[in-house]
């Protein structure tokens, strides 16, 4: 799966960061979802996912390769992690959180649970569409 | 109380400046569920009978339920609830948004504002964290100005609960605004909120919802949307949302037009959900987790005049479009944010305004009184009135008072067409030929408000002309609907697209660890619907059967014009009906609760004050 989206489609109802909470962490709180909408109102009045593109900044600043790649999908190894947070602060989106109580950061693994729910399709599968529902 | 709920009530002390936490009470969280129940409960409880509404001893009560801020279809309604200065009773008004989950994401099942301030503030309350901080900077400005002032001064992720200059100067028809847009409009909140000093609340939580099986929560959530998904409804009715429905309105001869003197616009096609998409739609904007955004955002150009506002939803267009004539989406866009604003209610402010507009060519308030010329369909006429209203100058300061005072003090037979019920203003079905409609304004426990009992479609179904078996379908609805205001959901799916109610108690369980039967959650509705009944009486010394007519031109002046033309309502039938209401409910034929009513449903604090008031 790789995660896509069409910003025009967002109306702003954050199911997908609460979809993401549930699903990943068992906790209902869209806070902890692993993606985020930015809302620019009143003008100019649009909504923008901010989402995990797989882009690897995480894995390219982190000092000790807790990082790493397995078909497009940036994942963290807690084992090897030390905490330090570098990613969460390289993250372009700012979509890597570190919950309360923990030291090794979460990031998305392209699960779906928010395509899965996003009423207008605008987070989507760019493997199996084009957006929209 | 395993999940759902938080676990504790924040109280709030404009007088003392203070605040502190309390834990929610089981038993009310058992009786009363949330929401409106939780508003109504703690109101009734809380604020003595007497009690001024502008003054400290009045509260304000704001409350999500324990589905708020759940993973399901439109899990973001909060309720907002005080002594209305408009009627004289417990009033209450809801809005969608994210406020409503943010208050639970902050670690509260309530908050209770009380007291009075006496220097603008604004309530900051990040989680446990909660300060009044000096508001003067924000006082006097708009509602959306403002919001964005203190989102900018305290954060983006702060959600923001808003009064304008109408709430400021205690207009007994101002709303409290939220998220550039969204309203809980009825029942004059804003003016309690004005007379604490409160500009605003603003609210940011990091907290989870306890849940009680999350499981079953993601599971059964997951079937909740898709249930939606699959809905014809979903692709059909979410485009245009509310306000595509003014055609059929239109066609059924009860769109409310010209102060309600008729019932069909000729321009109705001009200001509807087709001309709002295709002319000055922008965005969707939905309501916590909902599918089926009814929000439109929109830029709107007059003239030379430019502004971006959400809406107009279906109450704004058939209140400020037909009702005061403006006759082209732009212009209803633009008199829907100037009363924003300003923070006047849509609603009532199509009211009265249209009720100024009448006085005005029958001469009952002349130039001089207005202070210029006004007319049907003038965007400039309709934004005068609206800031002297929300300023309280000149004629605004009694068209302020709503159009209950404003017509005793205007006289002349103004009374006849100030159309309102118990003081609050009608919205946007007018019911001289849908007799079932007209039954749900009459009985609603805040005044002529729709969203207890949308009855109209029963009307068309059922017969309009007849009013056998309309108190019941009425009290159906008023069961149905006012769940939803307990659970702290949005009602439309099940309105809008015929979503299942059933699916709604099997996640109450699932997230409270609470097995409710839709009976219990009926029951629990009723105790509301007694309370504030209750209340009424011990408030109003004239409260009676009285109170529960429309005005009289609804059944003493046949409609006009369009698909209704010569119908109305005989006083006969609203008899006949109110007879039938009052009989189903377990109501004396005054209107008052009965003992065993109270007693069936465990009011036994009820039973106590009618006696002590020597009504019962």
Known sequence: MKLAAKHALCSGCR????????????????????????????????????????????????????????????????????????????????????????????????????VDVCPTGAIYDLDSGEGGR | MRGGYMGKILRVNLTHGTAHSEPTDPEMARDFIGGRGFVQKILYDEVPVGANPLGPDNKVVVAPGPLSGVFMPSSGKVQFGAKSPATGIMGDANMGGHFSVEIKYAGYDAIILEGMGNRPSVVVIDDDKVEIVDGSKYWGKGSSVAEKMIKDDLGEDFQIAIIGPAGENMVNIACVSH????????????????????????????????????????????????????????????????????????????????????????????????ALKERIWLTDKGCFCCPTPCGKYSRTTVGKKSAYVEGPEYETVALLGGNCMLSTIEEVAYANYVCDELGLD???????????????????????????????????????????????????????????????????????????????????????????????????????????????????????????????KVIELQRIRPSFDLLGCCRLQWVEIGFEFDYYPVMFEAVTGRKITEKELYDATDRVWNLTRTRAFLELPDFSRASDYPPARFYEEPIPTGPAKGKLIKKEQLDEMLDDYYELRGWDENGTPTRETLEELGLETCIHDLERAKIL
């Open chain 2, 346 to 472: 849509t609603i009532s402010g199509g009211n009265v305004i249209g009720f100024a507009l009448e006085c005005a060519e029958r001469g009952i308030i002349t130039e001089e009184q207005i202070g210029r010329s006004v007319k049907w369909g003038d965007i400039d006429s309709f934004v005068y009135l609206a800031e002297k209203i929300a300023r309280r100058e000149g004629i605004g300061d009694i068209l302020a008072d709503g159009v209950k005072v404003a017509s005793e003090k205007f006289g002349q037979g103004s009374e006849r067409f100030a159309i309102h019920i118990k003081g609050l203003e009608w919205s946007g079905y007018e019911a001289r030929w849908a007799p079932a409609m007209m039954l749900a304004y009459m009985t609603c426990d805040i005044g002529a408000h729709h969203n207890r009992a949308w009855a109209i479609t029963y009307d068309v179904a059922k017969g309009r002309e007849s009013t056998e078996g309309k108190a019941a």
């Open chain 1, 15 to 114: 199911v997908c960061q609460l979809a993401c909470s549930l699903s990943v962490f068992r906790e209902n709180n869209p806070k902890m979802g692993l993606l985020a909408i930015e809302a620019h109102f009143p003008a100019p009045g649009r909504y923008e996912i901010k989402h995990c593109t797989q882009c690897g900044e995480c894995a390219a600043v982190c000092p000790v390769d807790a990082i790493t790649e397995t078909d497009g999908v940036y994942r963290i190894d807690e084992d090897v992690c030390i905490g330090c947070h570098a990613c969460v602060k390289a993250c372009p989106h700012g979509v890597m959180i570190v919950r309360k109580g923990e030291d090794v950061p979460s990031k998305c693994i392209s699960c779906g649970a928010c």
């Open chain 2, 179 to 274: 998220d550039y847009g969204r309203q809980a409009g009825r029942c004059g909140i804003g003016a309690v909120m004005g007379s604490k000093k409160v500009k605003a609340i603003a609210v940011r939580g990091s907290q989870s919802v306890p849940l009680a099986d999350p499981e079953k929560v993601l599971e059964y959530g997951k079937k909740m949307f898709y249930g939606c998904f699959e809905k014809p409804g979903f692709r059909e009715w979410t485009p245009l949302g509310t306000p595509g429905v003014t055609p059929w309105v239109n066609e059924v001869g009860a769109f409310p037009t010209k102060n309600f003197s008729t019932t069909y616009f000729d321009d109705h096609e001009e200001i509807g959900g087709e």
